[in-house]
């Protein structure tokens, strides 16, 4: 049976971006996928990453940067990037900052994500 999803649950990050989860592990409990509206300032970066899950990242506003073993691809406002599991990658926004959606097959956990140190 269908359920209705009241809110977000924001998650806490540092660096000044915040995760607003709506279907995954922390709000809704669903193990199968995590969907996450994202708000990044201009110079916010994480961690590199190779992460168990593939991620699909909507680009609503302004730009996010994606290192990868090739280069770096920018995704702006209206693109997408699919990352695949076990890929490398790190995150970062644009000049103007970065609004995006994130859904993470299966949802994101912390441990998943194999965030370097």
């Not at 660096?15 to 916010?44: F, Q």
């Not at 990453?49 to 506003?61: D, I, M």
């Not at 644009?94 to 995006?100: K, M, Q, S, T």
Request: aromatic share 6%; charged share 25%; proline share 8%.
């Amino acid at each position: 049976m269908g359920r209705l999803i009241d809110a977000a649950t924001r998650i806490p990050v540092p660096g000044g971006k915040t995760i607003d989860e709506y279907v995954g592990r922390v709000n809704s409990g669903d193990e199968r996928v995590s969907i996450a509206h994202m708000k990044a300032p201009a110079g916010w970066t994480e961690e590199p990453q190779t992460p168990s899950f593939a991620e699909f990242t909507l680009v609503l506003r302004g730009s996010v940067l994606v290192e990868q073993e090739g280069g770096t691809v920018e995704v702006r406002a209206g693109q997408a990037y699919v990352s695949e599991p076990g890929e490398k990658i790190r995150y970062s926004s644009g000049p103007e900052g970065a609004e995006y959606v994130a859904v993470c097959l299966p949802a994101f956990s912390p441990e998943s994500a194999n965030r370097e140190a």
